[in-house]
């Protein structure tokens, strides 16, 4: 089967030498990249600035900003059978990126920010896409009541849920425990381990969990 995967952050240019992101190493979604390919499916990896070596076998999409995340979606996502959100997209950007660098003219400083472009949410009401969509969601309190509204906004068949307040995984981590909350309300709480088998085991209840799209199957 065919899967698109996006990981690690994005990007968002505030001038020509300083931009706001977030401490995503891209490790869980490139595990999950080369899980799928190790079980015989078509990946495509769309990736925000990562320092972990490119995985074989796999159609690396290279990508700095939320909106070219969001276009590099857009162009690959049909004909794909499963698609997961792992990236951290920065929710906002910075609305005027300076031309030059920017100087130190006073005491304080004030960006003024707009929303970037929701990728996940976009999946199903602009892209049209009706495979199966699995989210993350990174939550330090209410995780599995967020993910759960998460899952049901945004149109998912599963959100991994992790609570990042916890010391020692998700975010820039070796090791995560996630919660991965499907429809219904239910719930299938995972231990925790490395990124590499966890990866194993979330691939393994997506794969039970999706059928070829035809498109895939021409
Ligand atoms: N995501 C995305 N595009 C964005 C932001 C997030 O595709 N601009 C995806 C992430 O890859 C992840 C999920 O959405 O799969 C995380 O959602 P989050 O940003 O936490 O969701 P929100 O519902 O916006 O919740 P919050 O208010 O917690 O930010």
Redesign the pocket.
């Known amino acids: 089967m065919r899967l698109l995967i ?1 990981a690690g952050p994005t990007r968002e240019a505030i001038d020509p030498v300083r931009y706001l992101s977030n401490r995503s190493s891209g490790r869980m979604g490139y595990a999950l990249a080369e899980s799928a390919c190790e079980a015989g499916h078509d990946v495509v990896l769309v990736s925000g600035p990562v320092t972990i070596p490119e995985p074989e076998g796999v159609q690396l999409v290279r990508v700095e900003t ?1 909106r070219e ?2 276009d590099a ?1 857009q162009l690959h996502l049909s004909g794909c059978d499963a698609a997961i ?7 906002y950007r910075p609305v005027i990126v300076g031309a030059q660098k920017l100087k130190k003219t006073s005491d304080k400083l004030v960006l003024q920010l707009e ?8 999946a199903r009401l602009k892209f049209g896409f009706r495979g199966f969509l ?6 330090t309190e209410n995780v599995i009541a ?1 993910a759960q ?2 899952l049901e ?2 149109g998912c068949d599963m ?1 991994v849920a992790n609570d990042v307040s916890q010391a020692g995984i998700g975010f820039d981590s070796v090791e995560n425990e996630v919660t991965l909350c499907l429809p219904g309300g239910r719930t299938i709480a995972l231990p925790r381990q490395s990124k590499a088998a966890l990866a194993h085991v979330v691939m393994a209840h997506i794969s039970s969990s999706i059928q070829p799209s035809e498109s895939s199957l021409q």
Not at 85 to 91: I, N
Not at 134 to 139: D, P, S
């Open positions: 996006t939320a995340m969001f979606v959100f792992s990236a951290a997209v920065a929710d929303r970037t472009e929701d990728i996940l949410g976009s699995v989210g993350f969601a990174a939550e967020y509204g998460k906004r945004k959100i």
